[in-house]
């Protein structure tokens, strides 16, 4: 099949307008020759160039291009003789080095992997069931939902970064993910903090923001000041009052928890009842401040302990969401169960494999869930 041809399968599936057609398609074969030659004088063998991944480059680039143009100069824009030689030069050179000969970290997870396949199978599941939820509800339940599905979208992330070879990187993120899991798991049994919780997101939207109005700033931080003064914090503290200040109207909070502080790990972490996370938190931190264990790591090390880290997390994040899910209308739950029950299963096998692995390599154990105080005396 001619290129040619190729590109009016692809244009006619894109359902793009015909008005770019000529240029494109100008474009798209144009690079094609390119690429031809770049691999004949490279002396690669066995590589097959795949048209759409040209045509997809061709198509974005040209789109990214026309943002800042007027739709009446589009057309003069992308025929232009220069701009058609321009960018089959740009594309066929990204194209040569990006999805030829890349620069990619070698990887210990495989994409293939059933610790990959299953988890992204049901975080997948858990993100196709949101869309298909009643965007209306109470204000507890609709920023619960919004912060839950954060937090899936973010452990997809990370699986993804664990087969790319970033395991240093996916592990600093799960920081992010644990501190996202604590906050749902306070507001999940704590529904009645959701509007203190709100009125401290707002706090923050205008905190340090150079482009609100100066009075509206000012008098939401004097706010903020006044309902300081019982808890004997300063000015300097007004940052942290703002991330996590609202646990001070957790019911006798200074009573239930005396160690108690504005912060995450005497604070959020310590109140959600994950504190057993704590030191694994810590050495997140370190990575994502670029310590020397950033630069110098054990890449199985940290690529284990994510995944274990990850799993734990993603179990008790599918935990809330399951309840969440017992009393939604719009869902087949019974049918969510299903699915649920056999991936779970899986899941549980797969990271219990690592587990074992992961114990047995560092001679460590690693808290699969959190610790009681009666645990921890013990060890």
Not at 6 to 31: A, M, N, P
Not at 173 to 189: D, Q, S
Not at 192 to 210: D, F, G, K
Not at 211 to 236: C, F, G, Q, R, T
Request: with cysteine; proline share 3%.
């Amino acid at each position: 099949m001619e290129n040619k041809e190729i590109f009016e399968i692809l244009f006619k599936q894109r359902k793009l307008s015909d008005i770019y057609k000529e240029s494109l398609c100008e474009i798209f074969t144009g690079v094609i020759e390119e690429l031809t030659k770049k691999v004949e004088i490279a002396d690669i063998a066995d590589f097959a160039i795949n048209p759409s991944i040209i045509f997809n480059y061709v198509v974005e680039e040209t789109a990214y291009n026309l943002q800042l143009i007027k739709k009446e100069d589009h057309v003069p824009f992308i025929s232009s003789p220069s701009y058609i030689v321009s960018e089959t030069r740009i594309i066929s050179d990204k194209i040569f080095l990006n999805e030829l000969l890349g620069s990619e970290h070698p990887t210990l997870v495989s994409r293939f992997s059933p610790l990959v396949t299953t988890f992204d199978f049901m975080a997948n599941y858990i993100l196709n069931t949101f869309n298909r939820l009643n965007k209306k509800g109470t204000q507890e339940r609709a920023l619960l939902l919004d912060i839950m599905k954060k937090g899936f979208v973010m452990s997809k992330t990370i699986i993804s970064l664990l087969v790319q070879g970033a395991n240093t990187e996916a592990f600093s993120t799960w920081r992010t993910l644990h501190e996202v899991e604590c906050i749902a798991k306070i507001l999940y049994e704590n529904p009645y903090l959701t509007s203190t919780y709100i009125r401290h997101m707002e706090y923050a939207q205008y905190y340090r923001n150079e482009e609100a109005d100066s009075s509206i700033v000012e008098a939401k931080i004097n706010e903020v000041h006044e309902l300081m003064k019982p808890y004997n914090l300063k000015s300097k503290d007004t940052k942290k009052y703002i991330e996590y200040g609202w646990l001070y109207s957790y019911k006798d909070v200074l009573e239930k928890f005396p160690e108690f502080r504005p912060n995450f790990r005497k604070g959020i972490e310590l109140v959600s009842g994950l504190s057993s996370y704590s030191k694994i938190y810590e050495m997140s931190s370190e990575l994502a401040h670029s310590s020397p264990m950033l630069i110098y790591s054990n890449p199985d090390y940290f690529k284990s302990l994510t995944l274990l880290c990850l799993y734990d997390t993603f179990f008790r994040l599918e935990n809330i969401f399951n309840n969440i899910m017992k009393n939604e209308s719009e869902i087949d739950y019974l049918s969510y169960a299903k699915v649920r029950e056999n991936a779970l299963m899986e899941m549980n096998k797969n990271i219990q494999i690592e587990r074992v692995q992961f114990n047995q390599k560092y001679k460590r154990k690693y808290p699969s869930k959190p610790q009681s105080e009666e645990e921890k005396d013990s060890e």
